[in-house]
C-alpha cells in the first residue's frame, strides 16, 4: 500500500526537492504540495494524507496548524524538516502533534525512512536532532515516549513571571522577594514550569524565555550550535 504523502514548506526549491526524492520510492506517492497554511489545511480535509512533511519553523506553519491539522485529518502523521532548529523549537513541534523530526541537510535515505517509518507507525527521529536535545539537557526518553497531547503548553501569568525573573539570573530568594512570595512558592513554580516544558535545566527555561518574549535574547551569549 502506497504512503499518501503531503509537502509543506514556503520554498519551492524545498518542495521540488523532495518531489524529486520521493518521485524514485514507489511505495510514496506525493499527493499534494502546500506553500502556505490554508493551502495544506485545504489538503488536508481533500486528500487525508498519510504524511504530511513540513518545515515548522517557517513563517505560517507554527505548532498552531499542526493541531489545527490534527482536528482535520486524525489519521495523519506529521514530519517535521527544518535547518538547525533549537531545543525549544523541537520540543514545540513535538508538543502540538509532530510524530517524527529530521533535518533539511539529512541524506536522501535518511528522509525516505523518516516517511516510511512514521506511516507505519513509528517515531523517527535523525540523530543530529536527538543531540540537540540532548545538549540542552532535555530527558530525550522521556520526551519521546510520554503520551503526548495536542493541546498547547499553557502557563499562567505567574508562571511567567517566575520565568522571565529566572532568566535574568534572580535567585530564588530574590525572586521570592520581589513577588512577594515564599521561596517555598518559588521552588513549587519551578518545577510545575519544568513539568510543563519537559525540560531540566535552568537553561531550558532560559531558553523559552528568549523564545517566547518573556526575556530580551541581547541579555544573554548563547552559542549558536547550541541554540
Given amino acids: 500500500m502506497s504512503v499518501r504523502t503531503l509537502i509543506a514548506d514556503h520554498s519551492e526549491l524545498a518542495l521540488i526537492g523532495l518531489r524529486t526524492v520521493f518521485a524514485g520510492v514507489p511505495r510514496i506517492e506525493v499527493v499534494g504540495e502546500a506553500r502556505d497554511a490554508i493551502e495544506l489545511q485545504a489538503l488536508l480535509l481533500r486528500e487525508k494524507p498519510d504524511v504530511v512533511l513540513l518545515d515548522h519553523t517557517a513563517e505560517g506553519f507554527g505548532a498552531k496548524v499542526i493541531r489545527e491539522g490534527l482536528k482535520r485529518s486524525k489519521r495523519t502523521r506529521f514530519i ?9 523549537a523541537l520540543t514545540s513541534a513535538i508538543r502540538a502533534g509532530v510524530t517524527s523530526y529530521i533535518k533539511k541537510d539529512c541524506g536522501i535515505d535518511e528522509i525516505i525512512d523518516a516517511v516510511l ?19 540542552a539537557s532535555f530527558d530525550v ?17 505567574r508562571e ?68
Fill in 160 to 227: 511567567c513571571e517566575v520565568i522571565a525573573l529566572i532568566a535574568e539570573g534572580l535567585s530564588y530568594t530574590r525572586i521570592a522577594d520581589r513577588l512577594h512570595l515564599s521561596a517555598h512558592t518559588v521552588t513549587t513554580h519551578r518545577r510545575n514550569i519544568m513539568q510543563k516544558l519537559g525540560v531540566n535545566s535552568t537553561a531550558a527555561v532560559v531558553m523559552y524565555a528568549v523564545k517566547n518574549g518573556l526575556a530580551s535574547p541581547n541579555k544573554f551569549l548563547f552559542d549558536a550550535s547550541e541554540a
Fill in 117 to 135: 517509518d512514521t506511516a507505519d507507525g513509528r517515531k523517527f527521529f535523525c540523530g543530529k536532532i536527538l543531540e540537540t536535545l540532548r545538549r
Fill in 141 to 157: 526518553e522521556q520526551l519521546l515516549t510520554q503520551t503526548l497531547s495536542c493541546a498547547p503548553v499553557t502557563l499562567s501569568a
Fill in 80 to 88: 517535521s524538516i527544518t535547518p538547525d532548529p533549537s531545543a525549544m
